[in-house]
């Protein structure tokens, strides 16, 4: 079973992403998050949007997942937010050490 994995989600705004990011990782929760300005088209309330949003993927261990989901879920602006996780089938052995000693 992998242990590690990356989670993606989205936000609408870049502030509100690196307050989110800045309490998982004060928390030790993730051991890191990348932010992306992105463009996302997507079908919602029977209309097709696009927008700009910013994309924050998060490495962390697979153990820590519950945890992270129901954070974002209460603290998150959208009603529905991205929550999909991938799992790290592999990596070097430092990179996972580290993701390892940087959450608990």
């Given at each position: 079973?992998?242990?590690y994995i990356t989670i993606a989600?989205?936000?609408d705004s870049r502030e509100e992403a690196n307050k989110i990011i800045d309490q998982l990782l004060e928390k030790r929760l993730v051991a890191c998050c990348q932010l992306s300005a992105i463009e996302s088209s997507y079908q919602w309330q029977g209309k097709v949007e696009?927008?700009?949003?910013f994309l924050v993927q998060m490495k962390t261990k697979k153990s820590l997942y519950?945890?992270?989901?129901s954070f974002i879920l209460e603290?998150?602006?959208y009603q529905t937010p991205?929550?999909?996780?991938?799992?790290?089938v592999d990596g070097s052995d430092d990179?996972?050490?580290?993701?390892?000693?940087e959450t608990k």
């Open positions: 079973m992998n242990k989600t989205t936000f696009h927008t700009d949003e519950k945890k992270i989901e603290n998150h602006s991205e929550l999909v996780v991938y799992d790290i990179y996972l050490n580290w993701i390892e000693s």
